[in-house]
């Protein structure tokens, strides 16, 4: 009896350390995507920002942009403190979002009022994306013990979100309301 009680915890630990291993290597893994997000975000960006007519939007999404790139030195720098190489790992829920994205600039590509709407609406959703893989990264990190990881982070999703709610909430509704006033009159 006594071997079996041993064995048991032995065995316990064995798939603890299996599952916290394969959440590591998840963690990784979703770090991979995350880096590839952003540099999909940074190649998509430089493409589209001489069209942007709009200065304070221009603005908003230069700030964004600079947010963007703190966003890409703290991956590397938690792919440093993991002793990982910082790959890039594609993302096929990234690349649907950024497909859909091009399809609804692609729709107003004559009309630069409504092109600049879908932008800021496009940049809404891969915000919520950043927002929401971030934020499940922070938990793992949590999870897994890697503090420092988790507050870097952290600091990721904070700063989007703090985006959303001072810049393009409001600039949507500015947009959308002159926008309404333009066919009123």
Same mark, same amino acid.
């Given at each position: 009896m006594k071997n079996s009680n041993k064995h048991v915890p032995s065995s316990i630990n064995d798939q603890l350390t299996y599952s916290n291993s394969t959440l590591g290597n998840f963690f990784i893994h979703s770090l991979? @995507?995350?880096?590839y997000a952003e540099t999909t975000i940074a190649t998509d960006f430089n493409l589209i920002k001489d069209q942007i007519v709009s200065p304070k939007l221009d603005e908003i999404l230069k700030t964004h942009f600079a947010i963007h790139l703190k966003h890409k @030195?703290? +991956?590397?720098? /938690? !792919?440093? +403190?993991?002793a990982e190489s910082g790959k890039i790992k594609d993302c096929k829920t990234f690349n649907a979002l950024i497909a859909e994205s091009k399809n609804h600039l692609s729709f107003f590509s004559n009309d630069i009022a409504n092109w600049e709407i879908a932008l800021i609406l496009v940049s809404q959703k891969l915000t919520y994306y950043k927002i929401a893989s971030y934020g499940a990264l922070a938990h793992l990190a949590i999870k897994l013990k890697y503090y420092k990881e988790a507050t870097l982070l952290a600091v990721?999703?904070?700063? #989007? @979100? #703090? !985006? /959303?709610?001072?810049n393009l909430n409001g600039i949507i509704d500015a947009f959308m309301s002159s926008h309404i006033e333009g066919y009123k009159n």
């Amino acid at each position: 009896m006594k071997n079996s009680n041993k064995h048991v915890p032995s065995s316990i630990n064995d798939q603890l350390t299996y599952s916290n291993s394969t959440l590591g290597n998840f963690f990784i893994h979703s770090l991979q @995507e995350m880096h590839y997000a952003e540099t999909t975000i940074a190649t998509d960006f430089n493409l589209i920002k001489d069209q942007i007519v709009s200065p304070k939007l221009d603005e908003i999404l230069k700030t964004h942009f600079a947010i963007h790139l703190k966003h890409k @030195e703290r +991956l590397a720098k /938690i !792919f440093q +403190l993991r002793a990982e190489s910082g790959k890039i790992k594609d993302c096929k829920t990234f690349n649907a979002l950024i497909a859909e994205s091009k399809n609804h600039l692609s729709f107003f590509s004559n009309d630069i009022a409504n092109w600049e709407i879908a932008l800021i609406l496009v940049s809404q959703k891969l915000t919520y994306y950043k927002i929401a893989s971030y934020g499940a990264l922070a938990h793992l990190a949590i999870k897994l013990k890697y503090y420092k990881e988790a507050t870097l982070l952290a600091v990721s999703v904070q700063e #989007e @979100e #703090e !985006f /959303i709610a001072n810049n393009l909430n409001g600039i949507i509704d500015a947009f959308m309301s002159s926008h309404i006033e333009g066919y009123k009159n």
